[in-house]
């Protein structure tokens, strides 16, 4: 066969297998689109860069297992897991990949004493909660739950509790086991290691299908770069692939794919024209402009909160502004019924929080502390990493669970110090330390009660004393 017509088909082939901008879209309606796939794509891209860290990338210090396989953590999360923003530190987490595309994944989970909060907060790629198991839907008898891919027609066998469908292929899950104090942590082991995982065959003690072919996933953005590199654009299309088209969004996959935003291509960067290129990069700052300022219009002003921003498709309903504030303010938050987490970005007077500079107190009457009907907390994060803040007692958070060694003032009152420095051996026990610059925190109310989700009990404000 002639050398040439064999190099003519690889060129074609490549060509294929790539996608640029078609020629007739303008730098304009390239620019729009491209600022609707980013806030659209952000959730997942930054969703692959944690599961990548987690479960893909065994060099990385935060990695725990492959995909399919449980890992537990025996210990609540501090200031050196880093792969996470805005990670709680009340619950000790049991993390998971799941790769759906051959068969159902069962959770089986013991049963747990009734006072212990649990749940197992199901995440598809989009970075919609798909369902959460727990206390709250199923109790605390335990049970067997088989996750099952947008794929699978087979047969529910006996023995399964529920049966839960996920709308992608790749999903991750993470179990919350509730820490009551420090000396509770065996207990918490003992429940951890008996949540087991195993394919749907394994479950049946049958032979297991065929495997799906080994995925090579890209390297992922830094956190930094996500924000400005093209390449974005690149690693959505890969990891759409595994993202069958929803059916409201047929027509918006179809504008995505004007700008070359096709599942499983190649986003082909080099052939852009100058127009095109820097109308694309315009778009990914209009994204990052619109969405800074519904962080200041609705977020910060408490119009909009996680009860808004987490949950299933159906309750976010295509919001996709509210999906990326949910990835970048929280990624993984739980949805309100489960949780919700009143931010604190400003202080009482509408500034920026910044403990180089200031001191803070935040003080709660009994009657006025987060209404719930499992626990509460205050979670302090460093700036502008979104991480927990290293600090001299290693003193992450102040919870309902530390109420007893919390110091009362004279009405019974509780005042939290949020401050770089000590307030004072006399008040240590009461002191959530900031870093030594800007910083926000996260008031965590584990199933809320209405009065938490209906608007009629307030976060307290917090105060700057200095």
């Known amino acids: 066969m002639n050398i040439k017509f064999l190099i003519g088909l690889g060129l074609i082939a490549f060509v294929l297998g790539c996608q640029s901008p078609k020629t007739e879209v303008t730098p304009e309606e390239a620019r729009r689109i491209a600022k609707e796939a980013y806030i659209y794509g952000f959730p997942l891209v930054d969703n692959m860069r944690v599961q990548y860290a987690y479960f893909i990338d065994k060099n990385d210090p935060d990695y725990k297992a492959p995909y399919n396989i449980l890992y537990n953590i025996p210990r609540v999360f501090t200031s050196q897991d880093k792969a996470i923003q805005t990670a709680n530190s009340d619950t000790p987490y049991s993390w998971i990949g799941l790769d759906l595309r051959t068969e159902p994944i069962v959770f089986t989970v013991p049963p747990i004493e009734k006072d212990r909060y649990w749940s197992l907060q199901l995440i598809d790629l989009y970075t919609h909660n798909f369902d ?25 066998p006996e023995g399964i509790t529920r049966v839960i469908r ?29 949540y087991i995982v195993k394919p749907l065959s394994a479950f049946l003690n049958q032979p297991a299908p ?3 072919p080994e995925i090579n996933f890209p390297k992922p953005l830094t956190p930094e770069t996500q924000r400005t590199s093209l390449e974005f654009f690149s690693l959505l299309n890969f990891y759409l ?16 794919a004007k700008i070359g935003l096709v599942p499983g291509k190649t986003f082909d960067t080099v052939s852009l024209s100058p127009e095109i290129k820097d109308a694309l990069n315009a778009g990914i700052e209009d994204a990052w402009k ?16 996680s009860a808004e921003a987490f949950g299933t498709r159906e309750h976010l309903n295509n919001n ?40 803070y107190t935040l003080t709660m009457k009994s009657d006025e502390m987060p209404p719930v009907n499992a626990f509460w907390s205050y979670t302090m994060y460093e700036l502008p990493a979104r991480i927990m803040t290293e600090n001299p ?41 900031a870093p030594n610059g800007p910083f926000f925190f996260v008031n965590r109310l584990y199933l809320p009660k209405p009065e938490a989700l209906n608007g009629t009990w307030k976060p307290k404000p917090l105060v700057r004393v200095q």
């Open 320 to 359: 996709y502004m509210f999906r990326m504030a949910g990835a970048v303010l929280g990624i993984y938050g739980l949805s309100k019924e489960e949780a919700i987490y009143p931010i604190y970005q400003t202080d009482s007077e509408g500034q920026p929080l910044n403990a180089a500079t200031n001191k």
């Open 241 to 256: 692939q595994f993202c069958p088209t929803h059916p409201s969004e047929k027509d918006l996959r179809e504008q995505f």
């Open 132 to 156: 959460i198991p727990g206390t709250r839907t199923d109790g605390n008898n335990g049970g067997s739950f088989l996750i099952a891919g947008p794929n699978w027609k087979g047969e529910i």
């Open 210 to 212: 065929k495997a799906a």
């Open 166 to 194: 996920c709308e992608t292929e790749i999903a991750s899950a993470q179990f919350r086991t509730q820490l009551f104090d420090p000396a509770d942590l065996e207990n918490v082991k003992k429940i951890q290691e008996q």
């Open 290 to 305: 619109e969405f800074e300022a519904f962080n200041t219009n609705e977020i910060k002003t408490g119009k909009v909160g």
């Open 393 to 433: 007692i290693n003193r992450y958070l102040i919870n309902s669970a530390m109420l007893p060694n919390l110091k009362r003032n004279p009405d019974n009152s509780i005042t939290i110090y949020i401050q770089h420095e000590s307030p004072g051996k006399d008040k240590e026990s009461n002191w959530l330390p």
